[in-house]
């Protein structure tokens, strides 16, 4: 059974930085799109972030793209998201998900909350 723990999230000033973190277990990570989901109080999800299963191919929303890096490590079956000039705006739970939005399983989310 695949499983997907986030970690990283944190409270952080306008402008700052954060690094999520996604490990995983349980199916063939080297085989699989990855995606980053995220989804803020009151509103549905969002996808914020794809990559292909070996990393050739990166997708961004235009909401992320120049700020949000996304990539993976396939030796170590882990996920990353590194965010810079964060806003406001970007406070939400934060999924990695197996797929496209994670429809093939995510895990339970790491919460980021940009606050002055």
């Known amino acids: 059974q695949a499983q997907l723990v986030e970690s990283g999230g944190d409270l952080v000033q306008p402008g700052g930085s954060l690094r999520l973190s996604c490990a995983t277990s349980?199916?063939?990570?080297?085989?699989?799109?990855m995606s980053w989901v995220r989804q803020a109080p009151g509103k549905g999800p969002e996808w914020i972030s794809g990559?292909?299963?070996?990393?050739?191919?990166?997708w961004y929303a235009d909401s992320v793209k120049g700020r949000f890096t996304i990539s993976r490590d396939n030796a170590k079956n882990s996920l990353y998201l590194e965010m810079r000039n964060l806003r406001n705006e970007d406070t939400a739970l934060y999924y990695c998900?197996?797929?496209?939005?994670?429809?093939?399983?995510r895990g339970q989310g790491t919460q980021v909350t940009v606050s002055s």
């Open positions: 998900g197996i797929g496209p939005g994670g429809a093939d399983g």
């Open positions: 349980g199916f063939f990570f080297t085989g699989y799109y």
């Open positions: 990559i292909s299963n070996d990393g050739s191919r990166i």
